[in-house]
């Protein structure tokens, strides 16, 4: 309605193909998702287990690894850019042999080495993640690699509690039920420049989750849609000033209404002037 996103200003996301998965993947993994149970128990949806796999295939795996594909080309872009958004992916439970919590791809640990591999002066990247959830897939798949400074704040008493990915994380900020917006907006600006203050990567990752809302049914916190604009303002803010590239991918949410609040976050960086859709700089969401 806004007339924000149009032809001009997005780049539609491609299939992540079998050779781009096993960059972090191993074929191991990749084949156990041919049986509709793995993927059912992955996905948490019972009823996909009595499907035969192509349609698995078809109507979950393949939207799922077109989110991977549009995490990938979204770290590429921030690069050139400063900035891009995949409306999408996120996956932040899944590593590059086992997934979980929704989490079927490692997206955003592929974003990561495929801009460590593929793009000169890439060598550093910081993950803020900020999803209710711990987000352990990429902590693990990272946990040894000095390169990767990850910052992850949620809530201490829920899924997936992995105590050994915790050792990952280089600035952990667990929350209790129901924390609310002063709290967690103040937590939010005092760790991003502390994280950052630590170490200047060449790209931030933020993984945005709007499962902080309040109501939702699994993140157990009570944040407001305007704690989560300013969540995300206070973000992008902070890496605008700084001159960091940084890409956002919009991770966990299980109520209908975080899709409008996604979309009036996403209206309120384009309105303050971090993001914008000239046509000097289209093509970033």
């Known amino acids: 309605?806004?007339?924000?996103?149009?032809?001009?200003?997005?780049?539609?996301?491609?299939?992540?193909?079998?050779?781009?998965?096993?960059?972090?993947?191993?074929?191991?993994?990749?084949?156990?998702?041919?049986?509709?149970?793995?993927?059912?128990?992955?996905?948490?949806?019972?009823?996909?287990?009595?499907?035969?796999?192509?349609?698995?295939?078809?109507r979950v795996l393949k939207p799922l690894r077109t989110q991977t594909?549009?995490?990938?080309?979204?770290?590429?872009?921030a690069i050139?850019?400063?900035?891009?958004?995949?409306?999408?992916?996120?996956?932040?439970?899944?590593?590059?042999?086992?997934?979980?919590?929704?989490?079927?791809?490692?997206?955003?640990?592929?974003?990561?080495?495929?801009?460590?591999?593929?793009?000169?002066?890439?060598?550093?990247?910081?993950?803020i993640d900020l999803d209710a959830h711990q987000g352990n897939g990429h902590a693990r798949d990272f946990i040894d690699d000095k390169r990767v400074y990850i910052m992850d704040m949620y809530n201490r008493h829920i899924y997936p509690g992995d105590t050994f990915a915790k050792r990952a994380i280089k600035r952990k900020i667990e929350l209790d039920w129901g924390t609310e917006d002063k709290e967690y907006l103040e937590k939010v600006e005092t760790h991003v420049k502390g994280a950052l203050n630590e170490v200047t990567p060449d790209v931030i990752i933020y993984n945005a989750g709007t499962d902080i809302l309040d109501g939702d049914p699994l993140g157990g916190l009570s944040i407001s849609p305007q704690g989560i604009i300013k969540r995300d303002e206070i973000v992008f803010s902070i890496s605008r000033s700084r001159s960091i590239p940084i890409l956002m991918v919009t991770s966990g949410g299980y109520q209908k209404r975080t899709a409008?609040?996604?979309?009036?976050?996403?209206?309120?960086?384009?309105?303050?002037?971090?993001?914008?859709?000239?046509?000097?700089?289209?093509?970033?969401i």
């Open 1 to 58: 309605d806004e007339k924000l996103i149009t032809d001009d200003t997005i780049v539609t996301a491609k299939e992540a193909r079998e050779d781009d998965l096993l960059v972090v993947h191993t074929r191991r993994y990749l084949s156990k998702l041919k049986w509709s149970f793995v993927v059912s128990t992955i996905t948490e949806i019972p009823p996909l287990f009595l499907l035969p796999n192509f349609l698995v295939q078809r």
């Open 69 to 77: 594909g549009g995490t990938i080309m979204a770290g590429k872009l």
């Open 80 to 127: 050139e850019r400063g900035w891009a958004i995949n409306v999408g992916g996120g996956f932040h439970h899944c590593s590059g042999d086992k997934g979980g919590g929704f989490c079927a791809y490692a997206d955003i640990t592929l974003a990561i080495k495929f801009l460590f591999e593929r793009v000169e002066g890439v060598s550093k990247a910081t993950i």
């Open 260 to 284: 409008r609040i996604i979309a009036d976050s996403i209206l309120n960086l384009h309105n303050l002037g971090l993001i914008s859709n000239s046509l000097s700089n289209k093509s970033r």
